[in-house]
């Protein structure tokens, strides 16, 4: 386990003051802030657990003293200031550190991890000789929930046909297919029935790996068996169960990826996590890929993001089909729901009407199934663990989405029963 010298602090400590609350109280010239965030650095990569951790700690615990005593001039009446010394004396203390000895250098090399992205990213961007670090990786976001709606790597929200089998991604180091079927005769929405996601085989880190789920089939290892990829130590690839058949998630430390994949109701959904220069890494060859490209024009259900209600028409003749042909196939649905009960149902969930509240009216309608609400809901719940800017986790149906004027509704009632009776 690293060390996190914050945390290793007792409550109300110098450094949950002076990280955060530095700039509101001290001079221009004090310089107590940059002492602090050199020791953070110093020893954020140390584990307590190893030989040697505590010679090293004091000598960080050193560096940060003298970092602190040669800005004391500056400092004077900065209550940041004497806290951190109080701190530092407080650690040496329990630390059995000496006054005297050597100190750590202000900018350490840290060790290597050659199979965790993270440390990889972080010394290909350190500026040589500054120990200064350029910004973070960029990482992107695609998922896949319901009749299905797909939110792209570019944030663009659609709801597509895409019946069968087709690839959400396919890069040099990743790749994730799905496969859709019909939900509700009568309709072009689809659901998700399985995925199946290839770890490529990348270096000394991992050999290829699979991970697929089907229907009432949500594995909590690879389909060799495995739960891990790579040695046990390095921990690499890793399969962690969160809720047994219902929520499972993928971690490739090694590429910086992780993969979520939920069964609620009959249906599974997915979310995924990854560096967008990886994600970027694919020829020509690889150019059909869902989450990078989008859904063709061709299999779009929703016009240009803007996502029509079936209403009641469509639920009310699928009921009528399966009264004069009993043996078709049905969906699996508990009611009928007007416009009114599927937002009422929604909202018990989504608060916000984004436009993941708006396709959970859309899956309700259609297909009358409640368990499209949770779908919803979990694959907000996604977006706000795994996509890396939270002033876009909600995104809102353009204008013109969802016009509830009674004229409008006709419209789209007429034309949906017309491709309905049309494929009778």
């Not at 909590?220 to 040695?231: E, L, P, Q, R």
């Not at 009641?312 to 649905?333: D, M, Y």
């Amino acid at each position: 386990m690293t060390v996190d010298p914050i945390a290793r602090l007792p409550h109300n400590s110098v450094f949950e003051t002076g990280v955060s609350g530095a700039s509101q109280v001290q001079t221009p010239q004090c310089r107590i802030q940059k002492c602090t965030t050199d020791f953070v650095s110093l020893t954020s990569h140390l584990n307590p657990s190893l030989d040697g951790f505590d010679g090293e700690f004091c000598k960080a615990l050193r560096a940060y003293s003298g970092c602190t005593h040669r800005t004391s001039k500056s400092c004077r009446g900065n209550l940041v200031f004497h806290s951190a010394m109080l701190g530092i004396s407080d650690l040496m203390s329990q630390r059995n550190c000496s006054k005297d000895g050597p100190t750590s250098s202000t900018h350490p090399v840290a060790p290597i991890e050659p199979c965790n992205y993270h440390s990889r990213y972080q010394h290909q961007a350190t500026l040589p000789g500054t120990g200064a670090e350029l910004p973070r990786p960029n990482y992107l976001f695609c998922g896949l929930f319901g009749d299905p709606h797909l939110r792209t790597f570019k944030d663009q929200f659609q709801t597509c046909k895409v019946e069968g089998a087709w690839p959400l991604i396919d890069n040099n180091y990743l790749s994730v297919q799905v496969t859709n079927v019909p939900v509700v005769q009568g309709s072009s929405a689809t659901a998700t029935n399985k995925i199946t996601i290839i770890f490529k085989p990348y270096q000394e880190c991992t050999d290829q790996k699979v991970y697929q789920a089907v229907t009432d089939d949500l594995p909590a290892a690879f389909v060799d068996g495995t739960v891990i990829g790579g040695s046990s130590e390095m921990r690499s690839l890793l399969v962690l169960e969160k809720s047994p058949g219902r929520h499972v998630e993928v971690h490739a430390a090694y590429i910086g990826v992780t993969v979520v994949v939920r069964q609620l109701g009959r249906y599974l959904t997915l979310a995924v996590r990854m560096p967008e220069e990886l994600a970027m890494a694919f020829d020509e060859t690889q150019d059909l890929q869902l989450c990078m490209n989008g859904c063709p024009s061709s299999e779009r259900i929703d016009q240009e993001g803007r996502l029509q209600l079936p209403v009641l028409g469509l639920q009310q003749q699928q009921q009528q089909q399966q009264q004069v042909r009993p043996g078709r196939a049905t969906s699996q649905r508990g009611s009928t729901f007007s416009l009114e009960s599927a937002s009422s149902k929604c909202r018990e969930q989504l608060e916000v009407k984004d436009i993941y509240f708006h396709s959970c009216v859309f899956d309700l309608l259609t297909t009358g199934d409640a368990n499209f609400t949770s779908a919803a809901y979990n694959a907000l719940k996604d977006v706000e663990m795994l996509h890396p800017k939270r002033e876009h986790w909600h995104l809102f149906p353009r204008s013109g989405a969802h016009r509830s004027s009674g004229a409008a509704i006709s419209t789209v009632l007429l034309c949906l029963l017309t491709a309905v009776l049309s494929q009778l």
